[in-house]
């Protein structure tokens, strides 16, 4: 006999689930038992993963959005409402950085970055509180980083939205526990995704990360979806306001 789903039932929404870190999440949960709405701004990569997905007998729905967008996100609530009335776990993970010196980026990077990481952040959390409510006992999980803790040079912008998300996650916990939902904080160090192809094929870079990483190796997408899975879980359900450091020792260390 199989181990129980620990997501049994549950209706789980993911931003940027297309791909990366997102992905993982979604087929972690859906695995789990979960029905999963993949919203990406990428539509296509969307629907190829849900009917990945549903093609070995998963449940798994795909649902375009730009979280940078408001209509977008009310489309998608909207649309969520309809089909489910409730959602149990909603996890704002999409994210962008642009790498550029402090004192060189332009206002347009800057509204780039923060449009997306913590506006975007700021509009799932907010309009997704009707339904996380209904669910009774809801789960809101926001992707933050280690770097909203830490400096390196080139993420000063991306820095400064995850820090802002780790603030927002804490002052969240507080004002929906009456509500039955729980808010907590993922803090990923670096892991291995399209975002930072560039900067961990550069052998000098990746070897000083590296080296800073205790565990001696960088994070997998899969690494973050088991800790998001405590979140997510009824694992969790005294938790609230907590953030968690996926990252192989690399913040304890530095």
Do not use: C
């Amino acid at each position: 006999m199989g181990q129980p789903q620990r997501l049994e039932n549950k209706i789980a929404v993911i931003t940027g689930a297309a791909a990366g870190i997102g992905l993982a999440m979604a087929r972690r949960f859906a695995g789990e038992g979960a029905h999963v709405y993949l919203a990406d701004i990428d539509g296509a990569g969307a629907e190829r993963e849900a009917e990945a997905l549903k093609a070995i007998g998963l449940m798994a729905t795909a649902r375009a959005v730009d979280v940078s967008k408001g209509q977008d996100v009310t489309a998608l609530f909207r649309s969520i409402d309809q089909d489910q009335g409730r959602i149990d776990i909603l996890v704002n993970n999409a994210g962008l950085n642009v790498r550029e010196d402090f004192r060189h980026l332009s206002d347009a990077d800057w509204v780039k970055i923060r449009e997306v990481n913590l506006d975007g952040v700021v509009r799932i959390a907010r309009d997704g509180f009707n339904l996380l409510k209904a669910s009774g006992k809801g789960s809101l999980i926001n992707v933050a980083s280690i770097m909203g803790h830490r400096g390196l040079r080139q993420l000063a912008g991306y820095s400064a939205t995850k820090g802002a998300v780790s603030a927002l996650s804490r002052a969240l916990a507080v004002e929906y526990a009456p509500y039955g939902i729980r808010v907590n904080a993922l803090a990923p160090g670096f892991v291995e995704t399209a975002l930072t192809e560039r900067v961990l094929r550069n052998p000098m870079i990746n070897k000083a990360l590296i080296d800073q990483t205790p565990m001696r190796r960088f994070g997998t997408g899969e690494d973050i979806a088991a800790a998001a899975l405590f979140f997510a879980s009824d694992d969790s359900a005294f938790v609230t306001g907590a953030e968690l450091a996926v990252d192989g020792g690399m913040s304890a260390g530095l």
